[in-house]
């Protein structure tokens, strides 16, 4: 299995695509067995924070284009997307927090993947791309969650030119949250992850389902929809608890119920 997982103290999983001589392609068995590992972790009560990074060079080149010319049939091209699009939901949808950690390129579908995490961090050398332009094949499914976290200018720019950015400028334009040097990326990423596992699990997860849905709804329907998500998250143990803790100036004891 190219996909391997690293268990971390403090609820903290690391998702690692481990295929570094095709720059951590998303092949159909990469994919496959990426939406596996993430539904598995999403149940796993131990799991409260994932991290998801590359091997070797790079965080991922995209799809495997030697695999992609070799289907030939639409119905395979199809399937394909359908299925790299699963893979997005489901980071998306999950009730866990995940968290891109990026060194080297990370491309067409693998600059997909950066977007649909919740967070993303990379080190100063990192690069973000959709080329698809260049080889006539338009980066349309990348650019569904690409164009979600990135103003509509920048984003017709990287898909029409299909030339990278620069980590500076991916954090500027909302595609990263920050960027480091090598030897710093991992411990702050390591920072921010244990920070969000130190929260009640309840609420996070409460938390990243309202704010997807929110997003795809009119201001009037969004308001009242988080009003019925506040009041069933003040129902909760942990927002009581937290409250008291508050006021009593203590840490509080989540129960994540």
Excluded at 50 to 58: A, D, H, P, Y
């Amino acid at each position: 299995m190219n996909i391997k997982i690293k268990k971390l103290s403090g609820g903290i999983s690391t998702v690692i695509i481990n295929e570094p001589k095709s720059y951590n392609a998303l092949s159909f068995k990469n994919l496959t067995d990426l939406i596996q590992v993430f539904k598995k972790l999403d149940k796993d009560k131990n799991t409260k924070v994932i991290i998801l990074e590359g091997s070797g060079k790079g965080f991922s080149a995209g799809h495997n284009l030697k695999e992609v010319k070799n289907l030939k049939v639409r119905n395979k091209y199809q399937k394909l997307f359908n299925l790299c699009s699963k893979l997005m939901i489901q980071i998306v949808e999950g009730r866990k927090p995940v968290i891109a950690k990026v060194h080297g390129a990370a491309y067409a579908a693998g600059c997909q993947l950066v977007a649909s995490c919740d967070l993303a961090y990379s080190t100063k050398e990192a690069l973000f791309a959709t080329p698809g332009v260049n080889i006539g094949l338009f980066c349309s499914t990348p650019m569904v969650a690409v164009s979600r976290k990135i103003n509509r200018k920048p984003m017709m720019k990287m898909l029409l030119t299909g030339d990278p950015i620069k980590a500076n400028y991916a954090k500027e334009i909302g595609l990263i949250n920050d960027y480091y040097s090598k030897s710093k990326l991992n411990s702050e990423v390591l920072k921010i992850a244990k920070k969000i596992a130190s929260k009640s699990n309840l609420t996070i997860k409460i938390g990243k389902q309202a704010f997807y849905k929110q997003l795809e709804m009119p201001l009037k329907k969004a308001y009242a929809y988080t009003s019925r998500m506040m009041t069933l998250n003040m129902m909760a143990m942990d927002a009581k608890e937290g409250i008291s803790a508050f006021l009593e100036k203590r840490k509080p004891k989540w129960k994540n119920k």
